[in-house]
């Protein structure tokens, strides 16, 4: 399994920015696939994630401006950011969490930055 994650970029504050995470080969089975992100000097920090079921779950701080979805088409994962913040920049990546038989795929990271 590899993961291929684009969308990042420069924004405005109160901007928006859409990424994307393609998954190519087999992806099942899946316990959820995930965005993280880390800010310099910072540990790298879950920011949203999604079920096999759809089920989500996000981070208090992005509650309400993100959201993370899946084609299943596709494979492909999306995490929408609405009202982006200075504080949200970081290098976004995503991860797929395949239990501890399977193990986790992590992509490579991009870089959102949101000027003030």
């Known amino acids: 399994v590899q993961l291929q994650a684009s969308g990042g970029g420069l924004e405005q504050a109160g901007g928006s920015l859409r990424l994307s995470c393609a998954a190519s080969g087999n992806i099942f089975p899946f316990n959820s696939i995930n965005w993280y992100r880390q800010a310099p000097g910072k540990l790298r920090d879950l920011v949203a994630a999604?079920?096999?079921?759809?089920?989500?779950n996000y981070a208090d701080s992005v509650k309400g401006r993100f959201t993370i979805s899946r084609d299943s088409a596709t494979n492909t994962v999306y995490l929408q950011m609405n009202s982006l913040k200075p504080e949200d920049t970081a290098v976004y990546y995503c991860?797929?969490?395949?239990?501890?038989?399977?193990?986790?795929?992590w992509g490579q990271g991009t870089l959102v930055t949101v000027s003030s």
């Open positions: 999604i079920t096999g079921s759809g089920r989500t």
């Open positions: 991860n797929i969490d395949r239990g501890s038989f399977y193990g986790a795929v």
